[in-house]
Protein backbone atom coordinates (compact mmCIF):
# COMPACT_ATOMS: atom_id res chain seq x y z
CA UNK A 1 0.00 0.00 0.00
CA UNK A 2 1.59 3.22 -1.13
CA UNK A 3 1.77 7.22 0.52
CA UNK A 4 -1.22 8.03 -2.20
CA UNK A 5 -3.74 5.36 -1.38
CA UNK A 6 -3.33 6.45 1.91
CA UNK A 7 -3.74 10.25 1.66
CA UNK A 8 -7.57 11.68 0.70
CA UNK A 9 -7.71 13.51 -2.08
CA UNK A 10 -11.09 15.44 -0.78
CA UNK A 11 -11.26 18.36 2.04
CA UNK A 12 -12.34 16.26 5.99
CA UNK A 13 -15.42 16.01 6.55
CA UNK A 14 -15.86 18.25 8.95
CA UNK A 15 -14.03 21.08 7.17
CA UNK A 16 -15.18 24.89 7.15
CA UNK A 17 -15.04 26.05 4.03
CA UNK A 18 -15.67 29.57 5.26
CA UNK A 19 -13.68 29.57 8.82
CA UNK A 20 -10.19 27.88 6.41
CA UNK A 21 -10.98 30.66 3.71
CA UNK A 22 -10.36 33.43 6.48
CA UNK A 23 -7.64 31.21 7.85
CA UNK A 24 -6.02 31.34 3.88
CA UNK A 25 -6.50 35.15 3.64
CA UNK A 26 -4.74 35.75 7.47
CA UNK A 27 -1.67 33.53 5.97
CA UNK A 28 -1.32 35.18 3.21
CA UNK A 29 -1.30 38.67 4.77
CA UNK A 30 1.30 36.90 6.96
CA UNK A 31 3.43 35.62 3.76
CA UNK A 32 3.43 39.06 2.81
CA UNK A 33 5.06 40.34 5.45
CA UNK A 34 7.34 37.40 5.80
CA UNK A 35 8.38 37.32 2.24
CA UNK A 36 9.16 41.27 2.66
CA UNK A 37 11.36 40.33 5.65
CA UNK A 38 13.23 37.63 3.26
CA UNK A 39 13.99 40.11 0.51
CA UNK A 40 15.61 42.89 2.92
CA UNK A 41 17.25 40.28 4.93
CA UNK A 42 18.64 39.31 1.94
CA UNK A 43 20.54 36.19 3.73
CA UNK A 44 18.22 32.93 2.56
CA UNK A 45 16.39 31.69 -0.16
CA UNK A 46 13.32 29.71 -0.90
CA UNK A 47 12.69 27.08 -3.52
CA UNK A 48 8.54 25.88 -3.47
CA UNK A 49 8.06 22.75 -5.94
CA UNK A 50 4.65 22.11 -7.34
CA UNK A 51 3.96 18.37 -8.80
CA UNK A 52 1.50 16.08 -9.73
CA UNK A 53 -1.03 14.64 -12.62
CA UNK A 54 -2.45 17.10 -15.47
CA UNK A 55 -4.80 19.08 -14.18
CA UNK A 56 -4.17 18.93 -10.54
CA UNK A 57 -4.22 22.38 -10.12
CA UNK A 58 -0.24 23.78 -10.27
CA UNK A 59 -1.26 26.85 -12.39
CA UNK A 60 -3.92 27.55 -9.58
CA UNK A 61 -2.07 27.18 -6.75
CA UNK A 62 0.48 29.39 -8.01
CA UNK A 63 -2.41 31.82 -9.11
CA UNK A 64 -4.32 32.10 -6.05
CA UNK A 65 -1.25 31.31 -3.50
CA UNK A 66 1.34 33.58 -4.78
CA UNK A 67 -0.47 36.14 -6.93
CA UNK A 68 -0.84 38.85 -4.02
CA UNK A 69 3.03 38.72 -3.35
CA UNK A 70 5.26 41.64 -3.98
CA UNK A 71 6.87 40.81 -7.78
CA UNK A 72 10.20 42.03 -6.37
CA UNK A 73 10.80 39.25 -4.24
CA UNK A 74 9.42 36.54 -6.33
CA UNK A 75 9.71 33.89 -9.39
CA UNK A 76 7.77 31.11 -11.16
CA UNK A 77 9.49 29.02 -13.48
CA UNK A 78 7.55 26.54 -15.61
CA UNK A 79 9.36 23.36 -17.12
CA UNK A 80 7.84 21.79 -19.77
CA UNK A 81 9.21 19.51 -22.83
CA UNK A 82 13.01 19.94 -22.57
CA UNK A 83 13.94 21.72 -25.78
CA UNK A 84 16.25 20.23 -28.27
CA UNK A 85 19.59 22.92 -26.70
CA UNK A 86 18.45 22.15 -22.84
CA UNK A 87 18.39 18.18 -24.77
CA UNK A 88 22.29 18.51 -25.28
CA UNK A 89 23.19 19.39 -22.09
CA UNK A 90 23.29 17.57 -18.73
CA UNK A 91 19.47 17.38 -17.34
CA UNK A 92 20.07 19.39 -14.51
CA UNK A 93 21.34 22.46 -16.18
CA UNK A 94 18.00 24.14 -17.34
CA UNK A 95 16.55 23.31 -13.43
CA UNK A 96 19.98 25.23 -11.72
CA UNK A 97 19.73 28.39 -13.21
CA UNK A 98 16.50 29.19 -12.48
CA UNK A 99 17.25 28.28 -8.56
CA UNK A 100 16.71 30.97 -6.09
CA UNK A 101 19.55 33.75 -5.24
CA UNK A 102 19.26 35.29 -1.22
CA UNK A 103 16.07 37.08 -0.72
CA UNK A 104 14.05 35.80 -3.28
CA UNK A 105 10.79 32.87 -3.29
CA UNK A 106 11.34 30.99 -6.50
CA UNK A 107 8.15 28.14 -7.49
CA UNK A 108 8.71 25.56 -9.89
CA UNK A 109 5.36 24.52 -11.69
CA UNK A 110 6.87 21.09 -12.70
CA UNK A 111 10.83 20.46 -12.00
CA UNK A 112 13.18 18.24 -12.34
CA UNK A 113 11.35 15.49 -11.36
CA UNK A 114 10.15 15.02 -14.36
CA UNK A 115 13.08 13.64 -15.87
CA UNK A 116 12.63 10.68 -13.80
CA UNK A 117 8.84 10.26 -14.10
CA UNK A 118 8.35 10.70 -18.00
CA UNK A 119 11.95 8.10 -19.12
CA UNK A 120 10.67 5.93 -16.39
CA UNK A 121 7.33 5.92 -17.31
CA UNK A 122 7.69 5.49 -20.93
CA UNK A 123 10.85 3.38 -20.78
CA UNK A 124 13.25 5.72 -22.31
CA UNK A 125 15.73 4.91 -20.50
CA UNK A 126 18.02 2.41 -18.77
CA UNK A 127 17.14 1.32 -14.79
CA UNK A 128 20.79 2.23 -13.76
CA UNK A 129 20.33 5.41 -15.76
CA UNK A 130 17.28 6.27 -13.65
CA UNK A 131 18.66 4.81 -10.61
CA UNK A 132 21.66 7.90 -10.66
CA UNK A 133 19.14 10.10 -11.86
CA UNK A 134 17.69 9.85 -7.99
CA UNK A 135 21.04 10.61 -6.63
CA UNK A 136 21.95 12.97 -9.12
CA UNK A 137 18.53 14.96 -7.80
CA UNK A 138 19.59 14.06 -3.92
CA UNK A 139 23.26 15.70 -4.39
CA UNK A 140 21.58 18.66 -6.01
CA UNK A 141 18.77 19.19 -3.35
CA UNK A 142 21.29 18.75 -0.63
CA UNK A 143 23.81 21.35 -2.36
CA UNK A 144 21.00 23.89 -2.19
CA UNK A 145 20.40 23.56 1.07
CA UNK A 146 24.05 23.77 2.12
CA UNK A 147 23.22 27.03 0.50
CA UNK A 148 20.84 28.63 2.59
CA UNK A 149 18.03 27.71 0.54
CA UNK A 150 14.79 26.19 1.88
CA UNK A 151 12.90 23.73 -0.41
CA UNK A 152 9.30 22.87 0.32
CA UNK A 153 7.89 20.25 -2.00
CA UNK A 154 3.80 19.87 -2.55
CA UNK A 155 2.52 16.90 -4.54
CA UNK A 156 -1.16 18.14 -5.50
CA UNK A 157 -3.19 14.90 -4.56
CA UNK A 158 -5.97 14.40 -6.84
CA UNK A 159 -8.60 11.58 -7.93
CA UNK A 160 -9.07 10.10 -11.52
CA UNK A 161 -12.56 11.42 -11.42
CA UNK A 162 -11.52 15.02 -10.41
CA UNK A 163 -8.90 14.83 -13.38
CA UNK A 164 -11.90 13.68 -15.94
CA UNK A 165 -14.19 16.73 -14.73
CA UNK A 166 -11.08 19.34 -15.52
CA UNK A 167 -10.55 17.93 -19.08
CA UNK A 168 -14.10 18.15 -19.69
CA UNK A 169 -13.94 21.52 -18.57
CA UNK A 170 -11.10 22.46 -20.39
CA UNK A 171 -12.92 20.87 -23.77
CA UNK A 172 -16.17 22.60 -23.17
CA UNK A 173 -14.87 26.69 -21.70
CA UNK A 174 -13.25 28.39 -24.66
CA UNK A 175 -10.80 30.32 -21.74
CA UNK A 176 -9.75 26.97 -20.84
CA UNK A 177 -9.36 25.10 -24.64
CA UNK A 178 -5.46 26.14 -24.48
CA UNK A 179 -4.67 24.14 -22.23
CA UNK A 180 -5.94 21.09 -23.70
CA UNK A 181 -3.27 18.84 -25.23
CA UNK A 182 -4.25 15.50 -26.87
CA UNK A 183 -1.46 13.86 -25.06
CA UNK A 184 -3.36 14.90 -21.71
CA UNK A 185 -5.55 11.92 -22.43
CA UNK A 186 -2.96 9.31 -23.43
CA UNK A 187 -1.29 10.26 -20.30
CA UNK A 188 -4.04 9.97 -18.22
CA UNK A 189 -4.17 6.22 -18.98
CA UNK A 190 -1.05 5.54 -17.46
CA UNK A 191 -2.57 6.95 -14.18
CA UNK A 192 -1.35 4.16 -12.33
CA UNK A 193 2.09 3.54 -14.16
CA UNK A 194 2.79 7.62 -13.15
CA UNK A 195 1.39 6.53 -9.36
CA UNK A 196 4.40 3.79 -8.90
CA UNK A 197 6.95 6.27 -10.50
CA UNK A 198 5.71 8.92 -7.68
CA UNK A 199 5.68 6.47 -4.48
CA UNK A 200 9.59 5.77 -6.00
CA UNK A 201 10.09 9.30 -5.53
CA UNK A 202 8.68 9.70 -2.38
CA UNK A 203 11.14 7.34 -1.06
CA UNK A 204 14.26 7.82 -2.61
CA UNK A 205 14.51 11.23 -3.18
CA UNK A 206 16.22 13.71 -0.45
CA UNK A 207 14.24 12.27 2.60
CA UNK A 208 15.41 15.03 5.13
CA UNK A 209 13.21 17.45 2.60
CA UNK A 210 9.86 15.03 2.62
CA UNK A 211 7.19 15.49 0.52
CA UNK A 212 4.03 17.41 1.45
CA UNK A 213 0.95 15.35 0.24
CA UNK A 214 -1.63 17.92 -0.62
CA UNK A 215 -5.64 16.98 -0.76
CA UNK A 216 -6.27 19.20 -4.29
CA UNK A 217 -9.81 18.04 -5.60
CA UNK A 218 -11.73 20.99 -3.56
CA UNK A 219 -8.50 23.92 -4.67
CA UNK A 220 -9.65 26.13 -1.40
CA UNK A 221 -8.64 23.46 1.04
CA UNK A 222 -5.49 23.09 -1.29
CA UNK A 223 -4.81 26.59 -1.15
CA UNK A 224 -4.69 27.04 2.68
CA UNK A 225 -2.74 23.92 3.14
CA UNK A 226 0.29 25.03 1.28
CA UNK A 227 -0.09 28.57 2.53
CA UNK A 228 -0.26 27.83 6.01
CA UNK A 229 2.68 25.09 5.32
CA UNK A 230 4.80 28.03 3.99
CA UNK A 231 3.87 30.55 6.62
CA UNK A 232 4.46 27.75 9.34
CA UNK A 233 7.44 27.43 8.37
CA UNK A 234 8.94 30.72 7.65
CA UNK A 235 7.50 31.51 11.06
CA UNK A 236 10.56 29.31 12.50
CA UNK A 237 13.42 30.59 10.83
CA UNK A 238 14.75 33.96 13.51
CA UNK A 239 15.00 36.74 10.91
CA UNK A 240 15.34 40.75 11.17
CA UNK A 241 15.32 43.88 9.05
CA UNK A 242 18.92 44.84 8.50
CA UNK A 243 20.28 47.85 10.79
CA UNK A 244 19.40 51.13 9.02
CA UNK A 245 21.62 54.22 9.55
CA UNK A 246 18.57 55.44 11.56
CA UNK A 247 18.18 52.84 14.10
CA UNK A 248 21.85 54.06 15.73
CA UNK A 249 20.86 57.93 15.05
CA UNK A 250 18.52 59.68 17.03
CA UNK A 251 17.59 62.83 15.16
CA UNK A 252 15.85 65.93 16.32
CA UNK A 253 12.97 67.34 14.08
CA UNK A 254 15.47 70.20 12.83
CA UNK A 255 17.34 67.56 11.73
CA UNK A 256 14.94 65.40 10.01
CA UNK A 257 13.73 69.13 8.02
CA UNK A 258 16.88 69.57 6.66
CA UNK A 259 17.06 66.24 5.48
CA UNK A 260 14.43 66.43 3.29
CA UNK A 261 14.93 70.36 2.36
Not at 16 to 25: G, N, T, V
Not at 123 to 142: H, Q, T, V, W
Not at 151 to 162: G, Y
Not at 172 to 191: F, Q, V
Amino acid sequence: MGILSSVSTIAPANADREKIQALFDEHISQLQSLQGLMYAENKRSLLIILQGMDASGKDSTVKHVFGAINPMGIRVKSFKKPTPEEYSFDFLRRIHKHTPPKGLIHIFNRSHYEDILVPKVHGLFSKEKIKRRFDYINAFESMLVDHDTIILKFFLHISKDEQLRRFKKRLTNPDKLWKYDPSDISEAKRWNEYVEVYEEIFEKCSPTIPWIIVPADDKWYRNHIIAKTIVDLINTIPMKYPRGYFEEHTLTKEEIDKILS
